[in-house]
């Protein structure tokens, strides 16, 4: 896979193992909690304190046995690890449902992220690998981190192009990061790879 074939591909296995275990836990989990979030809203279940508590430990204020009584596997599976420990197999668990039909409803399948928004996820979370962008010193000002700061917290990413106008008033030119800011049909969330960029996070 080449730079320019990861900004078209519409086949996430072939993203995901792309990036294998150098996308990073922390970034695979919160893949795999928008993936959650997807499925829930469209399935109807409101409750979310399992996928809050992944959340809390992606971000290193929550702790695993919190998460591993939440995941914890019933029957003859209850000894192995939860999917949350291993977020690597949890992606992957996701995308075997990649393939789901209109006939899979009996499993729940229709309520899954369709193939095109597995693939527009990897590219909100994880951005372009072949064409890593490091944050220059410059670009975090006071007004860029607290708008990072502000979406990342609430989850309302409605200010992404005010960001990139502060960016840009920083000094900030690449244009990938501009426009992935300014891109009207992106659907962020947290994790945003730019948004983590502003905010330090890996």
Not at 135 to 156: F, N
Request: charged share 30%.
């Amino acid at each position: 896979m080449t730079g320019d074939e990861w900004l078209t591909c519409r086949d996430p296995r072939r993203m995901l193992d792309r990036l294998g275990d150098a996308g990073g836990d922390r970034k695979l989990r919160l893949f795999a909690v928008a993936c959650c979030e997807i499925t829930r809203s469209r399935s109807g279940d409101r409750g979310g304190p399992d996928v809050e508590c992944v959340v809390r430990l992606a971000d290193g204020a929550g702790n695993l046995e919190e998460v591993r009584e939440r995941w914890r596997p019933s029957g003859e599976f209850a000894s192995e690890p939860t999917y949350p420990e291993r977020p690597l197999h949890w992606c992957s668990m996701f995308l075997e449902c990649a393939s789901g039909t209109q006939e899979d409803d009996e499993v729940g399948l229709i309520h899954f992220p369709t193939r095109a928004e597995f693939c527009g996820l990897f590219r909100e979370i994880f951005g372009n690998p072949f064409r890593p962008v490091s944050s220059a010193p410059e670009w975090r000002t006071s007004t860029a981190v607290a708008l990072a700061s502000q979406m990342y917290e609430v989850r309302d990413f409605a200010a992404m192009p005010i960001l990139a106008d502060a960016l840009q008033d920083a000094g900030c030119e690449n244009d990938d990061v501009l426009a992935h800011c300014r891109d009207e049909n992106a659907t962020h969330v947290r994790g945003c790879w730019v948004v983590d960029l502003v905010l330090g996070k890996s």
